[in-house]
């Protein structure tokens, strides 16, 4: 049995994972049952539920949605201030040795 294509990456709004979401909590589908009837992966489904969870508190073995875009701009404006860094090394190296 060979391999099954891959599927070109799709995105989502925030108001489908929503709906999607709603549907699982629901109760009357297994997580497999709604990915299938709406042609979703089945651990796309199970992140997104698990991550609304984290955002309405009910777990907390993860990092909210609020927490992950501020450990993304954290990490961002961290880059940006070690290359920063970077070049006034460079420049004060450089003038270090124009100076002598």
């Known amino acids: 049995m060979g391999k099954k294509p891959r599927r070109p990456r799709r995105a989502f709004t925030p108001e489908f994972k929503a709906k999607i979401v709603e549907v699982c909590r629901r109760g009357d589908r297994t997580v497999g049952q709604v990915a299938k009837d709406f042609d979703l992966t089945e651990t796309a489904v199970r992140d997104w539920v698990k991550q609304a969870d984290l955002d309405a508190g009910t777990r907390t073995d993860g990092l909210t949605s609020a927490e ?24 004060t190296a450089f003038f270090a040795t124009e100076t002598r």
């Open 68 to 91: 992950r875009d501020e450990l993304a701009a954290l990490r961002r404006e961290n880059r940006r201030l070690r290359e920063d860094v970077d070049i006034l090394k460079r420049a």
